[in-house]
């Protein structure tokens, strides 16, 4: 089968719009900066989905390789965890841990929402729309070596422009773990079993996957008291830290449960994309909230046109999710 690159150029760009621009992170003004934020995100995005793909691996190792990333990026690139002052948002306030340098509440939101929206969502949403090369590899060697000096290149950039907005530098302590946990997902993910192994599950697991609809909206539930309990726990419901966690680490749990029922049970491409979609939902309207917040009522005209097309594409992605044939990842 031949290597066609604009496979990996939807990825590529899907990446940053949905992690970015549909959030509201982003505003419509500062479309200019989506090749910056294609080069780290799409990147990234790119050579987890390739090197799962290609060692015949499936959903767990992505979601390891994905979390991986959202370490490497708010540890070492934006260094968001430790910094007390994060473009001075003083997002580390809520369960601050002096011990720890950092806020737990905090570290499980911007972890999660990377390794689902930034990279997750994007490649279950391209492979949905190639139904043909779900599974097939979509770039090179030479594509790999491109895509990997985009990532180095795009991070070292958005790492200097933090660092140049306010200067902060990690503890070595604090980047030495950050890569030991990086290095052990990613070890992690390399000795999941490959998709075509002989899975030890007892026959009487086995059984009907979970309609899609009801995928659809577990996803845009959990998802959506995921998003706001960062927004919310602390100035308008009052909690504990700990009790944020809690429900953090429960929704968490829920998603393990749904990737761990996906390897018992036979999910066809349906399964994968209501999941996504309802993921993908959750940013359409949170992103009106964030937008408005971090950019005001004037962009709010620019964000809408990017909701709207998102959820045209997502549209278009679930027809050809309906008229296609079923298959597993």
Not at 133 to 156: D, H, M, N, Q
Not at 239 to 247: C, F, Y
Request: aromatic share 12%.
């Amino acid at each position: 089968m031949k290597h066609r690159p604009w496979p990996a150029l939807c990825l590529f760009l899907a990446s940053p719009l949905i992690g970015e621009y549909l959030l509201g992170s982003l505003p419509a003004s500062m479309f200019f900066l989506l090749p910056l934020m294609a080069a780290m995100y799409g990147s990234a995005a790119i050579l987890i989905r390739e090197w799962v793909r290609r060692t015949g691996r499936g959903w767990p190792s992505i979601l390891l390789l994905a979390i991986a990333y959202g370490l490497l990026e708010e540890g070492f690139v934006t260094q968001s965890l430790f910094n007390p002052n994060y473009l001075h948002l003083r997002l580390l306030d809520y369960g601050w841990l002096p011990s720890l340098g950092m806020a737990l509440p905090w570290a499980l939101y911007v972890i999660g929402i990377h390794a689902v929206w930034s990279i997750s969502v994007p490649i279950a949403l391209t492979e949905a729309a190639l139904p043909a090369r779900r599974e097939a590899p979509w770039i090179k060697t030479t594509g790999f070596v491109l895509y990997s000096l985009l990532f180095i290149v795009g991070a070292a950039l958005i790492a200097t422009f933090t660092y140049k907005q306010v200067p902060f530098m990690a503890s070595p302590t604090q980047l030495a773990m950050t890569a030991l946990l990086i290095i052990a997902l990613v070890v992690i993910a390399m000795r999941l079993p490959r998709r075509d192994e002989p899975r030890r599950v007892a026959t009487s697991a086995s059984g009907a996957p979970p309609r899609p609809i009801v995928l659809f909206f577990a996803s845009l539930i959990a998802g959506s008291l995921f998003m706001q309990l960062e927004y919310s726990a602390s100035a308008q419901l009052h909690w504990n830290w700990i009790a944020t966690v809690l429900v953090q680490l429960a929704i968490v749990s829920a998603l393990v449960a749904f990737i761990g029922a996906a390897r018992i049970r036979a999910w066809t491409a349906s399964q994968y994309f209501a999941l996504a979609a309802g993921a993908f939902i959750v940013y359409v309207w949170k992103g009106f909230e964030t937008d408005l917040l971090l950019h005001g009522s004037g962009d709010l005209a620019g964000h809408s046109v990017i909701a709207v097309v998102g959820c045209a594409l997502l549209a278009f992605v679930g027809f050809k999710v309906r008229s296609g044939a079923p298959g597993r990842s």
